[in-house]
């Protein structure tokens, strides 16, 4: 018998778990919830750890060591913010975006061919983690990577610079920016078409650990207990990724995560079938996907969520009827009080109607698409972006659809897609729909380094089907 | 020596793909490094693949007799998007109906192609013609200058 403890530190909350591992199985033995100390990020986590354990909470930490094997993950303010930099919009810029995206990070800015002046005044003044600087094909396009890297050196920016474009000019784009922390990684896109996007996600990852968590506290965890912490998105990525290899009847699985800031989407599946009248355009996506949206969120970015999906609350209230004016001001007092819990009827309906508008807009973000084209050959279908039509299952995870008992959270919106402009989206077809019950997916997840089968076996043990 | 890249693809809502898969066949073995874009491609998405990987030359086919109006505008769109050096080659059954090819290539050069072909062409005389004219566009310097930028606007190489 082994017991292990996963920490995350979330923005507001660090969560804790317990598990015993026997027989190689994980069983949930406690959960343990403090607010998070943002000037010092290892009180709240050695509060957590101790209640864990069983401890008084003003146990020293170093005293706490040994008593369980530990894992922790961070979300780092709501997630690493990258800058993206690519060539042309629709293939490296998109394919950097993806890998920032996939790596846990929240891509704040990104800019394709020339950096003007302007772009670069942009980027001193929102300050990035870290710049994903790509471009070109290997021995492809030199010129715009070589200008954008002068421009960069002049750049008055601290982060590190993570350069996965054309392999040719690596060496020059070093050299350029020696005064500047240049990573040098392998293309994320070496050849039109092909997505090579691995090499910049553990770029990233170790840029994270290194630079990141020595701010706040966690190089003290690091030191005492040897473990490195994983990016929070990253810790859910990962388990989406084992859980169909250990689990094959869990082949083709998304999972939602809402949360007060963000919308994560994750999907496991592939991405384009080759079939003789469907014809893809643009890149083939990843088989693990994730999507992040910094715009929709239940309490930090409720303003913008209700900007962006203004369109599809109002109808749904007019079907409702109910008044717009309403749900502005619960939008208001939300967005000012994010620790606000919904108190009367009408609010538990306003915080899911904004529920399912972060499901809408982050699967039709995340989710491609079919284009009808009758050519001289017959009916063929262009698609764009990723398949997601054999998905048979979908996760919520996070704190609101964790507990949403209804799938129609996850349905409705998922319904009104159907008809979304003149292009048919490629939805989940029949999908089965779960959750997360204990909110244990990004806990889970800081175990799949290790323990996959077991981790991943604990999570599905965990959701709960709904529909 | 390095290999000059060529776009290959079919414009348009076009799905012929046998003789775009001879035409990579036999452009790579003539020493080319080619990147082929497939059927149904757009002219943006020709465009974008040559800017990426700093492409010689467009190779468009066009086999189902529209290729009038899809490859309209082509020769505008890359030099809005940079690419004034690029050489277009266009090829194929490039209009419906029975026009004598010299009536057929006019349009096409008049729109900015740089050489147009009948659908039964030798293509090692077209791989013949297309090494002629990327030597005679972008000469040797070319290479080395592409290398170095800097923020004078473009120089054109000393070939041209």
């Excluded at chain 1, 300050?127 to 954008?148: A, C, H, M, R």
């Amino acid at each position: 018998m082994k017991r292990i403890i996963s920490i995350d530190i979330g923005s507001t909350w660090t969560k804790g778990a317990s598990f015993v591992l026997e027989n190689s199985t994980l069983k949930l033995e406690k959960k343990m919830l403090e607010p998070t100390t943002q000037f010092d990020l290892v009180q709240g986590f050695s509060k957590v750890l101790s209640g864990l354990l069983g401890q008084d909470k003003s146990t020293p930490l170093a005293r706490l060591r040994g008593s369980a094997e530990i894992f922790f993950s961070s979300s780092a303010k709501g997630g690493l913010r990258i800058s993206a930099i690519g060539l042309v919009p629709d293939l490296t810029l998109h394919l950097a975006k993806l890998a920032a995206m996939s790596a846990g990070g929240k891509v704040i800015q990104s800019f394709s061919f020339s950096l003007t002046r302007s772009d670069v005044k942009e980027l001193e003044k929102q300050q990035p983690d870290i710049v994903l600087f790509s471009g070109g094909t290997d021995g492809g396009n030199s010129k715009y990577i070589l200008e954008n890297a002068l421009k960069l050196r002049e750049a008055e920016m601290a982060c590190p610079i993570v350069y996965a474009g054309n392999r040719a000019v690596a060496d020059e784009v070093a050299e350029i920016l020696r005064e500047k922390e240049v990573i040098v990684t392998e293309n994320l896109m070496p050849e039109i078409g092909q997505v090579n996007i691995e090499p910049t996600r553990e770029k990233i990852r170790e840029i994270f650990l290194k630079r990141i968590v020595s701010g706040r506290g966690l190089s003290r965890i690091v030191e005492i207990f040897g473990t490195q912490p994983k990016p929070t998105p990253l810790a859910v990525f990962d388990l989406i990724s084992a859980i169909p290899v250990y689990h094959p009847a869990w082949s083709d699985v998304a999972a939602v995560d809402i949360g007060g800031a963000t919308t994560d989407f994750y999907s496991n599946t592939e991405s384009y079938l080759e079939t003789d009248t469907v014809i893809l355009k643009g890149l083939r996506e990843p088989k693990v996907k994730r999507t992040v949206e910094g715009d929709l969120g239940l309490r930090v970015s409720a303003h913008s969520l209700f900007d962006t999906a203004r369109d599809y609350l109002e109808e749904r209230l007019r079907g409702l009827g109910l008044q717009m004016t309403r749900l502005e001001s619960f939008v208001a007092k939300i967005a000012e009080n994010t620790e606000c819990l919904p108190q009367t009827e009408e609010e538990i309906l306003f915080d899911r109607l904004l529920a399912e508008a972060c499901v809408y807009f982050s699967a039709l973000r995340h989710i491609g698409g079919w284009k009808e084209t009758f050519t001289p050959q017959g009916k063929v279908y262009v698609q764009t972006g990723k398949d997601l039509r054999r998905i048979k299952a979908i996760i919520g995870s996070g704190g609101y659809l964790s507990r949403e008992n209804s799938p129609e959270v996850i349905l409705c919106p998922l319904e009104k897609l159907k008809f979304y402009g003149e292009e048919r989206k490629l939805l989940p077809e029949n999908p089965e729909i779960f959750r997360d019950r204990d909110y244990l997916f990004p806990l889970l997840g800081n175990l799949v380094e290790k323990y996959p089968a077991e981790a991943t076996a604990a999570a599905l043990a965990s959701v709960e089907k709904i529909s | 020596m390095k290999k000059d890249t060529i776009i290959l693809g079919v414009i348009g809502s076009d799905c012929h793909s046998v003789g775009n898969k001879i035409l990579e066949l036999v452009f790579s073995s003539e020493g080319f490094h080619v990147v082929n874009l497939g059927v149904m491609v757009s002219q943006q998405e020709f465009v974008n693949a040559a800017i990426e990987t700093n492409a010689k030359a467009i190779l468009v086919s066009s086999l189902y007799g529209h290729g009038e109006i899809d490859c309209q505008g082509f020769r505008d769109l890359c030099i809005e998007k940079g690419l004034d050096q690029i050489i277009l080659y266009v090829g194929g059954n490039l209009v419906v109906g029975k026009k004598p090819f010299s009536v057929v290539e006019e349009k096409f050069k008049k729109m900015g192609f740089d050489r147009v072909f009948p659908p039964d062409v030798d293509l090692k005389k077209v791989a013949e013609l297309l090494r002629q004219d990327i030597k005679e566009k972008f000469g040797q310097e070319a290479a080395a200058e592409e290398k170095q930028p800097d923020a004078s606007p473009k120089k054109h190489s000393a070939a041209n």
